[in-house]
């Protein structure tokens, strides 16, 4: 089959457009936007290379205008699941002999795609169906979904020269296989690019995927499906269903064939499918790769030393971007004494000089919570910290439902460091603030380690490198992320791979060669030039 050791496009980061007033690329977006913002798709099962139409749909609404609706989606029956397994599995047949270099180039082709006639349309997608300003789609849907296809393909390549020593007499050889069976991709609401990595680096390796996107992105995820097979993924290779998600991961962990599951979601849910997956343990062909990135208790230190501009900007963009919906959000902080007049004053100038409404105006910086779950849940907090002694709303702390699923962007401060604010991952804008005696740096180091289950992100604001040293040497379970004098927010494929520990996930770093390690199965060739034809050893010999 291989006529040539083939190089692929060394990766680079998309660059990040600016869409400035009177930009091409801010026309083009809003005009998508506005296009599908006033129109109504449908968006079926896709089965076997197959739109499949259940006749059970639900609407789908932007969170920030959740009267108007822009489709509808289908529920998908066990009947459908069964069928997108069995359909993978007869699609393995062909797609796990497939010469890489031609799964390396419907990716790449899927890259560019993105990055070229389908960027605005996939940007306001999620715009509409996520509630992100113009900036988060293009950093998520656009750039850092193109980052996950094209350095993806240089890091299958780098697994793949990865091989042992050889001798004269026997040449070994490593083949990086695909899981036999097939596997099962379960994505989040919060990344467009997360939802496309999961299936895709799976499938590049060679894998079948059955794909449950998240209920509330659909409307983007249909974007990546419309991509995908552009690009040229075969019928069967990535089959994507939406429904009941219970139903449809019990039927989906019943089959023999299941062989691993790759998860972006709450912690919560990730225990328990990972329970699942045990109690099927002797149902299974093989043991099911697990890997599962889940939620976070992203924490700021300010060491004495601390500039307090900075430290309130790292606040301010780690907190509250995106609605402080990023597993890597700021949610806690720690600010010593002698540093809090002056950070407070600044975030309380930020805060107030924050524009909140639809991601269409795109002078909004903060635009709608994702769903009325999540608007109720953080309501309940605010309203909590508003009547508990040991909490005070500082900034924010207002709510409004009526139109779309607005919180504003809201910081409580504590004088209890376990406050439940301070443990508990809220998801949304909502900062906890703890203010430290600057003389008991060390005992606080100590308290944000213990604070929370998580460890998935956490940064050190200092101009003392004694400081920042010790913290980083403190906090080195506590963040799989770690940031020196920056927000905990915004990593990049290829340069800051990320995955958190302890309740944060199984830290197979997203954006790296590892994770992509976790979707094959080596198989070992030994092959002898001149095969022993006598048993005995020379030290037989008399
Ligand atoms: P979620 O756990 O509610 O949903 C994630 C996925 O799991 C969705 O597809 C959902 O439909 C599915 N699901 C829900 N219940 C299920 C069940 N009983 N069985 C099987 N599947 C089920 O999470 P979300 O609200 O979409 O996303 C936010 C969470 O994701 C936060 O906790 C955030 O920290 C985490 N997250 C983590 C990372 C990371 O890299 N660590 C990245 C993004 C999001």
Redesign the pocket.
Same mark, same amino acid.
């Given at each position: 089959m291989g006529k040539g050791f083939f190089n692929v496009p060394i990766a680079v980061n998309e660059p990040v457009k600016g869409y400035a007033p009177g930009s091409p690329e801010r026309k083009a977006v809003l005009q998508a936007y506005k296009d599908m913002f006033n129109s109504k798709i449908d968006v079926p099962l896709y089965i076997n290379g197959n739109d499949v139409e259940t006749g059970n749909t639900r609407t789908m609404s932007p969170p920030h205008d959740h009267q108007h609706v822009v489709g509808t989606y289908h529920l998908a029956e066990q009947a459908h699941i069964d069928d997108a397994i069995a359909t993978a599995l007869e699609a393995r047949k062909s797609w796990s002999q497939m010469p890489w270099e031609q799964r390396a180039g419907i990716f790449l082709r899927a890259a560019e795609l993105i990055a070229g006639p389908y960027r605005a349309k996939i940007n306001a997608a999620t715009m509409i169906a996520q509630s992100k300003t113009i900036h988060q789609a293009e950093i998520d849907s656009a750039c850092e979904l193109i980052d996950f296809l094209r350095f993806n393909v240089q890091f299958m390549t780098d697994i793949y020269a990865e091989q042992p020593e050889s001798t004269s007499d026997a040449w070994n050889r490593i083949e990086y296989r695909p899981l036999e069976g097939f596997t099962y991709a379960?994505?989040?609401?919060?990344?467009t690019a997360?939802a496309g990595n999961l299936p895709a680096c799976m499938a590049l390796m060679g894998n079948v995927v059955v794909w /449950?996107? *998240?209920?509330?992105?659909i409307y983007s995820a249909k974007v990546i499906m419309d991509v995908f097979k552009e690009a040229g993924v075969p019928a069967g290779v990535i089959n994507v269903v939406f429904g009941d998600?219970?139903m449809?991961?019990n039927t989906v962990m019943a089959s023999p064939d299941f062989s691993g599951l790759h998860?972006?979601?709450?912690?919560?849910?990730?225990k328990?499918?990972w329970k699942q997956i045990g109690n099927n343990i002797h149902n299974y062909k093989t043991y099911p790769r697990i890997v599962g990135?889940?939620?976070?208790k992203d924490f700021i230190v300010a060491h004495k030393s601390a500039n307090a501009k900075q430290v309130a900007t790292a606040i301010v963009r780690g907190a509250f971007e995106f609605q402080g919906? /990023?597993? *890597?959000a700021a949610s806690r902080a720690y600010i010593p004494e002698s540093l809090w007049k002056d950070v407070k004053s600044y975030v309380i100038e930020d805060v107030n000089s924050f524009k909140i409404g639809s991601p269409e105006d795109m002078s909004n910086f903060i635009t709608a919570v994702?769903h009325e779950g999540?608007f109720d849940k953080l309501a309940k907090y605010i309203d909590q910290a508003k009547s508990d002694t040991d909490a005070e709303i500082l900034v924010g702390g207002g709510y409004d439902k009526s139109k779309g699923y607005f919180i504003e962007p809201t910081v409580i401060v504590t004088s209890n460091p376990k406050y439940t604010t301070m443990c508990t991952?809220l998801?949304g804008p909502v900062i906890t603030i703890y203010v430290y005696e600057d003389d008991t740096y060390a005992e606080t180091l100590k308290l944000v380690d213990e604070t929370s289950e998580y460890a998935?992100t956490g940064a050190i604001l200092s101009t003392d490198r004694y400081a920042a040293t010790q913290a980083t040497e403190a906090l080195q379970n506590a963040a799989g992320n770690f940031y020196i004098n920056d927000k905990p927010t915004g990593a990049v494929v290829g340069q800051q791979p990320?995955?958190?520990a302890r309740a944060?996930?199984t830290n197979d770093k997203?954006g790296s060669a590892q994770n992509l390690l976790r979707w094959v199965s080596p198989r070992m060739i030994k092959e002898t030039f001149v095969t022993p034809s006598d048993y005995r050893y020379p030290f037989l010999g008399e």
């Open positions: 379960v994505t989040p609401f919060n990344f997360i /449950k996107p *998240s209920d509330s992105q998600p219970v449809i991961t998860f972006t979601g709450s912690t919560f849910i990730f328990e499918l990135e889940t939620g976070g919906q /990023k597993c *890597s994702i999540s991952e998801f998935l990320f995955g958190g944060s996930g997203a």
